[in-house]
Structure formats: C-alpha cells, structure tokens
C-alpha cells in the first residue's frame, strides 16, 4: 500500500515560517519522484518543487523562489519544505504527490496525500 502523509502547517504571520514534512510509506524513493503542490482558494493545484528518483529538483513555482526550499532525507523516506518570508498568497492546501521516477504535472502524478493547511495572515 502507497501512502504520503503531510504534516507541519498551520497558522502563520507575514513573513513568519513553517515546514512541512511529507513521509512516503509502502514504496521507496529510489524509484519513485516525490514533491510539493498547493490548491490555494479558487485556483487550480499548482506544483512547488518535486524531487525525482535521481535526486534532481525541479522547481516549478516562480512565486516562491528564493523564499521556499525543498530537501529530502532519504533513509527516512521523508521530505521537507521549508517556507519562509511568508505572504498571504501563499495560503493555500499544500499537497505531497508521487510517481515512478520522473516528476510531471499535478495531473499526471498518481499518489496524493490528504494535504496540510497552510494559512498566512496579514
């Protein structure tokens, strides 16, 4: 059994921080791409970072560069993302999704977790 479990948000101020840990269960990420997506309010998931099995990241979210960073610990079958300088925009439900080795768009990943709220007040 394939299983992605979210945890780590909540409510945040502007500017403030938070982590978000996704641990995958039943398969292993040397052959599987992990990563990040979100569903804000009205909007269609959009993709933040995802790992492929390689390890190469792809960062699809111009929005967040230079104020989000994804990591993997990889013997704990975990990973992360860490968000800083946080906005409003920025709220949203952050999803862990996956498939066999190559990251795509939200459309094509094949497993989902149940998502994590993330709320930024002004």
């Known amino acids: 059994q394939l299983q992605l479990v979210e945890s780590g948000g909540g409510l945040a101020q502007t500017g403030g921080s938070l982590r978000l840990s996704c641990t995958a269960a039943?398969?292993?990420?040397?052959?599987?791409?992990i990563g990040w997506f979100r569903r804000a309010p009205g909007k269609e998931r959009e993709g933040v970072a995802c790992f492929s099995s390689n390890g190469d990241i792809i960062k699809y979210a111009d929005s967040v560069k230079g104020r989000f960073t994804v990591s993997r610990d990889h013997p704990k079958n975990t990973v992360y993302l860490q968000m800083d300088k946080l906005k409003p925009e920025d709220t949203a439900v952050y999803y862990c999704a996956s498939q066999g080795h190559s990251c795509s768009t939200p459309g094509v990943m094949d497993y989902w977790g149940k998502g994590t709220q993330v709320t930024v007040s002004s």
């Open positions: 039943g398969f292993s990420l040397d052959y599987y791409a």
